[in-house]
């Protein structure tokens, strides 16, 4: 198992953390977790995110996540403050790369 | 024009004053309770994260055992906040959802007004800034989070009167190495309190400038908890607020 994470501070937002668990034998995306200090009401409809981005085609543009969950958000009357689609398609698209193919060690 | 109860400052641990939040929302939702305004410390002294954060990447859970600080997980959005016993005033507004503008940010706008007037009084100039802060001088002083369920708004903040930063940063978890002279003093850039503007303001003043400022043009009373809300809450706390289950949720 391997695991991506990438922290974004959301320009004039919050801080969103996205962790992927990606099954490199099979190329599956196991699990995904979003964190930070953001607002979604109703709470709960961060599972929904989450397992949106879980059942995802790994090769759907950010562009194209960010209107599958926009979608998702309308149709569940939710609402995000200091994050926003964009920023979590972009989180998480780069947590799976780094996930995929892990970034050098920072020194 | 609702009549609202306030709560005057109360003393508890970090487990039951969240449960209270909750608790006392149900009372609103069933009518049982008219509109409420709390306002409470903690002790122990404590950190309470968002609904959002990762426990494990935010706070030194094995310091604050060691330290005999509580960690409470709050059931909503925002950062981690270190509760000192003795360096804030925290409060709630507890009502139907209808009393408050629709937009998110526009309700923060209003109760967060709220403190700034109340800062205001007690000869601290301050203003809302988006999304959930009170600035004064540009630095943050107060921290505020919002949740809306079953058409009740909860809202609860934090308004900072005395700061210990160094106490703050050891039970958050900032990698040790940051946590040098200049951090502290970056952080002094962006954080400060009460005293740190003005050192002759009391706590009281603060808490009586709080109750007159969140009290203006309402009609309200002061109240106890009923019985209802107390064992609710006792129960909330000890089966949510106290677990390693919800505490660790994510």
């Known amino acids: 198992m391997a ?63 960010a209107a599958a969950l926009q979608r998702l958000i309308e149709d569940e009357g939710a609402e995000l403050v200091g994050i926003a689609p964009e920023s979590i398609a972009k989180a998480f698209k780069t947590a799976l790369s780094n996930a995929i193919t892990p970034p050098p060690l920072q020194q | 024009m609702p009549k609202w109860r306030i709560i005057d400052l109360s003393v508890s641990n970090a487990a039951m004053n969240m449960a209270l939040d909750e608790a006392i929302s149900e009372a609103v939702r069933r009518k049982e309770s008219v509109p409420t305004i709390r306002f409470y410390k903690w002790l122990p002294s404590a950190v309470s994260i968002g609904y959002f954060q ?3 990447d935010e706070v030194d859970a094995e310091l604050c055992k060691k330290t005999g600080v509580d960690i409470v997980r709050r059931r909503t959005g925002g950062g981690a906040v270190y ?11 507890i009502a139907p959802e209808v009393l408050f503008p629709k937009g998110i940010t526009e309700s923060y706008r209003l109760i967060c007004g709220w403190i700034a007037n109340a800062l205001g009084k007690a000869g601290i100039a301050a203003e809302f800034k988006p999304i959930n802060d009170i600035i004064a001088g540009g630095k943050k002083i107060s921290g505020n989070a919002q949740t809306r369920r079953n058409g009740i708004l909860l809202q609860h903040g934090t308004i900072l009167y005395k700061l210990d930063i160094a106490t703050m940063f050891s039970l958050l978890k900032v990698p040790k190495e940051k946590i040098s002279d200049k951090f502290i003093a970056d952080v002094k850039q962006r954080v400060t309190s009460i005293i740190d503007i003005n050192p002759q303001v009391t706590e009281q003043q603060l808490k009586d400038a709080l109750i007159a400022a969140f009290t203006e043009g309402k009609e309200f009373e002061f109240g106890a908890l009923t019985e209802n809300e107390k064992a609710a809450a006792e129960k909330l706390a000890k089966e949510r607020y106290a677990a390693d289950e919800w505490n660790y949720l994510r």
Do not use: A, C, W
Not at chain 1, 21 to 34: A, S
Not at chain 1, 37 to 65: A, T, Y
């Open chain 1, 3 to 65: 695991q991506g994470v990438h922290t974004e501070k959301v320009p004039g937002g919050k801080l969103l953390r996205i962790k992927v668990d990606f099954n490199p034998e099979d190329g599956i995306v196991e699990d995904v977790q979003m964190h930070g200090d953001f607002f979604i009401h109703p709470e709960e409809f961060v599972e929904d995110i989450e397992q949106l981005l879980v059942n995802l085609d790994q090769k759907d543009s950010e562009e194209s996540i």
């Open chain 2, 54 to 56: 990762s426990l494990k």
């Open chain 2, 83 to 93: 509760h000192d016993s003795n360096g804030e005033i925290t409060y709630s507004v």
